[in-house]
């Protein structure tokens, strides 16, 4: 495939997945034990080895070859930026950029998201914020669950705090996301398309060259507590059940 002749997701899937508030209601009302993998449990201890303890953490989640981790780390230079991808190939193809030009508030790791988010949260951090930028869109209806707002991790990602970004192509993955959000914090995030002029991403600069429409979700977390987050997914379940009565 050419450059600039990215396809936006070809999906039989028009809008929000119907069964998604309930997915999301499950996930959040049953606790998530997957093991961790070994290597995550050393990226963690990596990734927070540089940090002092003060400084605002930020996550860019899915950060393939970093120049998002890079340019966000520039962007804000007392914060201490972490780049988590699970492939090293990618962690190791950030061009153009040399070591030494690198800086120096910023880490990377090789981690799989679904470990790095729960272990950030069993360690009581918190973020200032929080990127999910153009993350795999598992278009087909039967991969819902596979999608990261259908997927058992998805209540630690509002716990985690901060000032959260996710930006698209796909609209529908948008409208989910801020749909399983809004089950979780009792009030719906709004999203916008946007230009993708500041390409702050491979994919972003690639899907914007390519002529696609991109879509932004952007909320402020940083009031919510997990209590509050149980307290509207209990509410959330009673208006489910009375709407079936
Ligand atoms: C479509 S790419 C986007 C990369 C980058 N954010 C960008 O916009 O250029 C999605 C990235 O998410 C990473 N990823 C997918 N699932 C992951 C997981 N469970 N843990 C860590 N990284 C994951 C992939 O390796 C890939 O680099």
Redesign the pocket.
């Known amino acids: 495939m050419s450059y600039a002749n990215s396809k936006i997701p070809d999906s039989a899937q028009g809008g929000v997945h119907e069964h998604l508030p309930r997915l999301v209601r499950r996930h959040a009302s049953a606790p998530f034990r997957k093991p961790f993998a070994e290597f995550s449990l050393r990226a963690i201890d990596a990734a927070l080895a540089g940090w002092d303890g003060r400084a605002g953490l930020i996550l ?6 970093a ?2 981790t890079i340019a966000i780390a520039r962007a804000h230079p007392d914060a201490w930026v972490i780049g ?4 090293a190939d ?1 962690l190791e193809r950030r061009k153009p950029y040399p070591a030494s030009l690198m800086p120096d508030n910023m880490v990377l790791v ?5 470990d ?1 988010w729960r272990l950030l949260s069993a360690r009581g951090l918190r973020l200032a914020r929080h ?7 598992w278009p087909k209806i039967g991969h819902l669950g596979r999608r990261w707002h259908g997927h058992p991790v998805f209540p630690t990602i509002p716990e985690l705090g901060g000032l959260l970004e996710l ?1 698209s192509n796909w609209q529908v993955y948008v409208e989910e996301f801020a749909a399983a959000l809004g089950v979780l914090l009792g009030r719906q995030p709004s999203w916008q398309v946007f230009d993708g002029s500041e390409g ?5 600069r690639k899907y914007r060259d390519s002529g696609q429409t991109l879509y932004r979700l952007s909320v402020e977390l940083s009031d919510i507590t997990l209590d509050g987050v149980r307290s509207a997914v209990h509410a959330s379940g009673q208006c489910h059940r009375e709407s079936h009565q």
């Open positions: 860019d989640a899915g950060c393939g070859v120049h998002s988590v991808d699970q492939s990618r090789r981690a799989d998201l679904v790095f990127y999910i930028l153009y993350p795999n869109p930006r702050l991403t491979p994919f972003e």
